[in-house]
């Protein structure tokens, strides 16, 4: 009977270490969207790719009933890693941007974009600037200067305070969306600080000094048991 107790506790100290520490490593995740098993063509604001349910990608356009001037999936050459999202604003006069919907709690954001040519807009190239918004107020930003060669070879993030939006833009001389279409891969985001989060997965340390404990007091009360 002893022995069936001491295994009973056993398993159950065992039981919180794996279940604990695979739920850590299913939070801690990176998940990354490449856009390879995406279908190449044209939509609408609201597109959520095959590799994830927990962004939608809009552009900042909204009044074109034509899905060519907001979103497209395709190879774009040195633009893209294979294939990628470009955004279109559907006026040639209008620079747009990419927006992000986060379905879940969000506090780190990476995307690699390309396109960044000045010769295709007449008002330049100054920034490229990534802006974090939460419940529709600002909580955090990110801006770098873009090497303007036109390939995907710079990247922009940005980790600190949740957030559950993301306004991607090309910034022209002026302040203003500059008039070219960026093009977005490789995706990356994760969550650390938010409901569900990393940093919230019940520490395993805690629950296995409780089980441990169990089992200092049963050894204990079976030597009184013998004296």
Not at 160 to 170: I, V
Request: aromatic share 12%; no cysteine; proline share 5%.
């Amino acid at each position: 009977m002893q022995g069936t107790v001491v295994r009973v506790l056993w398993l159950i100290t065992t039981f919180f270490a794996v279940a604990i520490g695979a739920a850590g490593s299913a939070q801690a995740g990176l998940v990354t969207i490449d856009f390879e098993n995406d279908a190449t063509g044209f939509y609408f604001n609201g597109y959520q790719s095959p590799s994830s349910a927990d962004v939608v990608f809009s552009s900042t356009e909204s009044r074109s009933t034509d899905p060519h001037d907001y979103i497209s999936i395709d190879h774009f050459g040195q633009g893209s890693h294979g294939k990628g999202l470009a955004i279109s604003s559907g006026n040639p006069g209008l620079g747009a941007g990419l927006i992000m919907d986060f379905l879940k709690p969000t506090d780190f954001l990476s995307l690699e974009f390309g396109n960044d040519d000045p010769d295709q807009s007449f008002t330049g190239l100054k920034q490229v600037v990534l802006t974090l918004f939460s419940g529709g107020l600002q909580v955090g930003e990110s801006i770098i200067a873009p090497n303007k060669n036109g390939i995907m070879d710079q990247n922009i993030a940005y980790s600190g305070q949740f957030f559950d939006r993301a306004r991607f833009f090309f910034i022209d001389d002026f302040d203003f969306p500059a008039l070219v279409n960026p093009i977005v891969d490789n995706v990356a985001y994760q969550n650390h600080t938010g409901p569900g989060g990393i940093n919230n997965v019940p520490a395993p340390g805690g629950l296995l000094l409780f089980s441990i404990g169990l089992l200092v007091a049963y050894a204990r009360r079976k030597r009184l048991a013998l004296l």
